[in-house]
């Protein structure tokens, strides 16, 4: 079973347009994120979110938008994408008091 | 804020051993992780230290000097497959990732 899942792992799209992405994680951790690494492989920190709670919301442009309906879900949604969005979009997962963090796959977001 | 300082990038042969550094300014520290991620991966960690110390798991080992604010990794008997990125993050109410150290094993 994987621990920590996102759709879709791939995801090429059109300036301008909308996107989403979708994360789920089976392990019952309370805390999710959303990490951007760009080309150069740099990890970072997006939002974080504590049983659905948005706890960290670094210096993203608000056509960034997260959303935990549980707290097993934390999604992604942009709008009007740029070219500076194409990277590749990690979730990850924290339990409560624990030290490691659990990724997904990640997404690929190509923006043309 | 917070900062991370690493290498972006060591070559070493198989069957060696190699040091990854890291240093590091933040409020509020707690711990000193590693993770690794191959190329097309996403990261997985590896260790995490919160006191002094050494950590050793396996061929990796993971040091902290908290006066020092300084830590590192350590790989010994180096794999081909050892080849990859390697991150430090601070636990300092939220987790903050250096930019990443580009290993290359050779034969």
């Known amino acids: 079973d994987t621990a920590v899942s996102q759709t879709p792992k791939y995801l090429v799209t059109q300036m301008g347009n909308d996107k989403s992405i979708k994360c789920e994680q089976n392990?019952?951790?309370?805390?999710m994120y959303w990490y951007k690494q760009d080309s150069k492989k740099f990890l970072k920190i997006m939002f974080s979110?504590?049983?659905?709670?948005?706890?960290i919301n670094e210096t993203v442009p608000n056509r960034f938008s997260p959303k935990s309906p549980d707290k097993a879900h934390l999604n992604l949604h942009i709008n009007s994408l740029e070219l500076g969005d194409s990277a590749v979009y990690f979730c990850?997962?924290?339990?409560?008091?624990?030290?490691?963090?659990?990724f997904g796959p990640g997404t690929r977001l190509t923006v043309l | 804020g917070q900062s991370l300082e690493q290498p972006s990038e060591v070559t070493a042969v198989e069957g060696a051993i190699v040091q990854i550094n890291c240093t590091y300014q933040?409020?509020?520290?707690?711990?000193l992780s590693w993770y690794q991620q191959h190329d097309g991966g996403a990261p997985t960690f590896l260790s995490y230290?919160?006191?002094?110390g050494l950590e050793e798991t396996g061929r990796f080992s993971s040091f902290l000097s908290r006066s020092d604010s300084y830590g590192y990794l350590l790989l010994q008997e180096l794999q081909m497959k050892d080849s990859a990125s390697y991150f430090c993050?601070?636990?300092?109410?939220?987790?903050?990732f250096g930019d990443g150290t580009t290993l290359t094993v050779k034969p």
């Open positions: 990850a997962s924290l339990k409560e008091g624990g030290d490691e963090q659990f």
């Open positions: 392990l019952g951790h309370d805390t």
């Open positions: 979110y504590n049983n659905k709670e948005l706890i």
């Open positions: 933040t409020s509020g520290f707690y711990g």
């Open positions: 230290n919160a006191l002094d």
């Open positions: 993050a601070v636990k300092a109410g939220k987790s903050t």
